[in-house]
């Protein structure tokens, strides 16, 4: 199972994503980068939520890859999979808006994390994933639900 997070510059309608991760909990596979904003020319917002997830404007300018290059790259890892997240409207916002910025698409699916678990009926799993403290940065999240996962449901 793929599982994917995303922080953002705030929870506006103009926010835009900052950090994306994600991790095979199986493999163990993940990936992690920052955007530079300044890549995508309509991306200003001006709630900005550093103070939630410690990340600044200077780092995402030092640190950050572009949007372009941040698509290519889920594209061509995550090319026909579906990955799932625990926030999906908020994610799938954050990814459209990343796509928006380059023209391109996404070459895999998006879709819910819980739904997709409920298959499984381990709603104590749910609940768990549900109240669990997360760092809000991208892959401590992911990587923390994975593991949550795999202890409960190793064979997903």
Known sequence: ????????????????????AWIDTQSGQRDSFLIDPRSASHWHDLQWA????????EMLHQQGIGVLQAAQRLNQALQGRQVFSDASDWDGHWLHRLYDATLLHPSFELKDLYSHLAQYRDYDLIEQLQRQSR?????????MMAELINKRLPQV
């Open 50 to 57: 550093g103070h939630i997830h410690g990340i600044s404007l």
């Open 135 to 143: 760092p809000h940065r991208a892959l401590d999240d992911v990587a």
């Open 1 to 20: 199972m793929l599982i994917m997070d995303f922080e953002a510059s705030s929870l506006s309608r103009q926010s835009f994503p900052i950090e994306i």
